[in-house]
């Protein structure tokens, strides 16, 4: 899978992806490719309708739906954000929820230290997708703030 937009290459990965989702247009992996690439390149509303169009084959943890919901917050609505972490807030005590999926929300809300909180969730809970805080963007409004270097270092990450 083309990681081109881990390292900033918006364009490109976009339009790998846009060729890869010609051939296979319903998979989820290739269209959550071509979301973060557009996102990346600052297409908000294009990110959104990528994300939306595989939300149903989301295998239930909820990460696609996370981050359309990122995404709107970038546009100024924060409902589908404030009423995931409802949910997952509700839901934690019967299940594991990730907290990476908290970390997200928060970050795109603008709410630094609850989002650092569950980071550190995340880091004692060992989740896999904390491995690219060091270079996806979406962390970027955390950069620098001294606990996000800290955090790295916690998890082996710097």
């Not at 939300?55 to 359309?68: L, N």
Request: overall charge neutral; glycine content about 8%.
């Amino acid at each position: 899978m083309d990681t081109s937009w881990l390292a900033r290459r918006f364009s490109e990965a976009a339009e790998e992806f846009r060729r890869l989702a010609e051939q296979h247009r319903s998979h989820p992996g290739i269209r959550g490719g071509l979301a973060f690439a557009l996102w990346g390149q600052g297409r908000i509303e294009e990110a959104i309708l990528e994300f939306d169009a595989i939300a149903p084959f989301d295998p239930g943890t909820g990460q696609v739906k996370v981050f359309g919901a990122a995404l709107r917050c970038l546009l100024g609505k924060s409902d589908d954000a404030l009423q995931l972490l409802d949910r997952f807030s509700s839901e934690a005590a019967l299940r594991f929820v990730p907290a990476m999926h908290e970390a997200y929300l928060r970050i795109s809300l603008g709410h630094h230290g609850p989002a650092f909180s569950a980071l550190e969730r995340a880091r004692d809970n060992r989740e896999d997708a904390l491995r690219h805080a060091r270079v996806a963007f979406i962390f970027d409004p955390l950069r620098e703030d001294p606990r996000f270097r800290a955090l790295l270092r916690a998890a082996g990450l710097a």
